[in-house]
């Protein structure tokens, strides 16, 4: 990668990386401009937003392992944004099930989440990227310091909710879900394999 390219991808990376963020939420507001949200508009919403809101928390954790693999570490600068979109997604995901499922229904969605175990995994995974998303300016990652670290760690957990949910959530075709289960087991193997070696690493020198 030349300098001059590196320094391209610097000036319009995040840009085009909010725009191209965005085009999720514009294709479902022309399907509802459209009308074409199908015989279910309400289940069709759940399930593309909720589908975009695992792929933004898997994007967000290949951040780390690209940018590893491939040397560039300019990758790092997009992993607050795709984090934040993966919770706004998440939020769009909750807010349709809120608002056109349960019509604010409160009692009707807590006796949900305490039922039906998807709901439960998926409820659970939205209360704890709330702390992330709110934690997520230069401010609070200052103000915190290494326990900023410790806490946006929650992500490990918040995805695999986010799998599971989904998995829970599907009755007869679970090829989709099981895609984004391998893709996680990926993404985690990936980082305890890293681990393991930076340990091994710092062990030796110590011996040496």
Not at 24 to 43: H, I, K, R, T, Y
Not at 136 to 159: C, D, E, F, P
Not at 167 to 183: F, H, N, Q, S, T
Request: proline residues 4%; contains cysteine.
């Amino acid at each position: 990668m030349t300098p001059q390219f590196t320094r391209l991808l610097q000036r319009i990376g995040k840009p085009l990386v909010f725009s191209a963020s965005l085009l999720p939420l514009a294709w479902l507001f022309w399907l509802v401009w459209s009308d074409q949200l199908g015989a279910n508009p309400v289940e069709t919403l759940s399930h593309r937003t909720g589908d975009w809101s695992l792929r933004f928390l898997l994007l967000t954790l290949a951040v780390t392992p690209v940018r590893r693999l491939t040397g560039w570490n300019g990758l790092q600068r997009f992993r607050r944004m795709l984090g934040l979109f993966a919770f706004f997604y998440v939020s769009l995901h909750f807010s349709v099930y809120l608002i056109f499922d349960q019509f604010f229904d409160l009692s009707t969605i807590i006796a949900d989440v305490a039922k039906r175990p998807y709901i439960t995994v998926g409820f659970t995974a939205f209360v704890l990227l709330i702390p992330l998303a709110v934690t997520s300016t230069n401010r609070m990652i200052k103000r915190l310091g290494r326990n900023w670290q410790r806490l946006h760690r929650l992500v490990y957990l918040i995805a695999i909710l986010g799998v599971l949910h989904y998995l829970w959530l599907v009755k007869a075709d679970l090829r989709e879900p099981l895609m984004y289960a391998g893709i996680l087991a990926v993404l985690l193997g990936y980082r305890l394999w890293w681990r393991m070696r930076v340990t091994d690493k710092n062990r030796h020198c110590r011996v040496s």
